[in-house]
């Protein structure tokens, strides 16, 4: 079993490795505002494909495990449908 002291130690080290990892982390990421870190857009766009999937997912699920309340929807989607007219 470790002693507090090679706890500390440890800890220690870990505290600098951090520190250093993001030192070099703002170093390599300092851009000028005028324009955007590279890869905003890329994640963005990850972000918003991921989130869609997500979304047929879970339509998918509610007519496959839910029909009642698919059912439930289609029937006041068709109610608003009418009154819009």
Excluded: W, Y
């Excluded at 706890?7 to 703002?26: G, H, T, V």
């Excluded at 905003?40 to 339509?59: G, Q």
């Excluded at 309340?69 to 449908?81: K, Q, S, T």
Aim: hydrophobic letters at 45%; aromatic letters at 2%.
């Amino acid at each position: 079993m470790a002693t507090k002291a090679e706890l500390e130690a440890e800890l220690k080290a870990l505290k600098e490795e951090l520190a250093l990892a993001r030192q070099s982390k703002d170093s390599t990421t300092a851009t000028p505002e005028d324009s955007p870190p590279d890869g905003v857009a890329e994640t963005l766009v990850a972000d918003a494909e991921s989130l869609m999937a997500e979304f047929t997912r879970e339509i998918e699920d509610i007519g496959a495990n839910k029909p009642v309340l698919m059912v439930l929807g289609a029937f006041c989607l068709g109610m608003l449908m009418g009154r819009g007219r």
